[in-house]
């Protein structure tokens, strides 16, 4: 983890152009077989989010904090803590040369540290964002993907946002590797003008979250409350 932070660090050293940060409340019902589910009843998970662009790419990175008062399935743990970063670099930036108004609007190349505190995995690869109707943001991402537990494998990801009137917006991920395929997409309404506070600080929804694993052929597929707040 210390070398993906100083990596990242490095990387966000130039002119920032752009940045945004939030944290997430979700409570969902995990009785699945998957990793990801529960011994039995809930799990209250709290994500905390970072974007920011720099002079020469781009930079996401998220941890999530879950908690279930009966455990998590197959261990006897009431908590996990996981998280990602993913620094991309714009090929355009480097070469110079001006993003296209194209479907392929910029091109990228895309690298990610997965990690907790006993799954490790590296991931690297190319990328690029697209111009899509009705997507104000539509990335695609492709890795090859080293990991300590599980078989390396290659990851296809997609990051989507769209907004849908004036209040409403649904943005979400979907990954596929040859083993399994997780895909986690909200429908957000914002609360701030109710509370008067500034447009887009405060939101509330629910995620649609589904999980398959290919070997064993089990599933999870849940919807979440969920509260966020942006800063």
Do not use: C
């Amino acid at each position: 983890m210390k070398r993906i932070f100083l990596i990242s660090t490095l990387l966000t050293a130039h002119l920032s152009a752009f940045s945004t940060t939030n944290i997430q409340y979700l409570y969902g019902e995990f009785e699945g077989k998957t990793f990801l589910d529960t011994q039995y009843g809930a799990k209250q998970t709290i994500t905390a989010e970072h974007y920011r662009t720099f002079e020469y790419g781009d930079l996401f990175m998220f941890a999530d904090y879950a908690y279930t008062r009966k455990g998590l399935q197959f261990t006897n743990k009431k908590n996990d803590l996981y998280g990602e970063i993913s620094p991309r670099l714009s090929l355009n930036k480097i070469a110079d040369i001006p993003t296209s108004e194209g479907l392929v609007k910029e091109w990228y190349g895309a690298f990610q540290y997965n990690g907790s505190d006993t799954y490790h995995a590296w991931l690297y690869g190319a990328g690029a964002d697209l111009n899509l109707p009705g997507f104000s943001v539509f990335g695609v991402n492709l890795y090859r993907k080293i990991q300590n537990i599980g078989d390396d494998t290659y990851q296809l990801s997609l990051n989507y946002y769209a907004p849908l009137g004036n209040r409403w917006h649904f943005e979400g991920f979907s990954d596929w590797t040859t083993g399994d395929f997780l895909t986690q997409n909200q429908l957000l309404f914002d609360l701030s003008p109710i509370l008067q506070i500034t447009s887009g600080k405060l939101e509330v929804g629910t995620e649609w979250h589904y999980y398959h694993e290919n070997t064993y052929h089990t599933d999870n597929d849940v919807f979440q409350a969920m509260i966020k707040y942006v800063w």
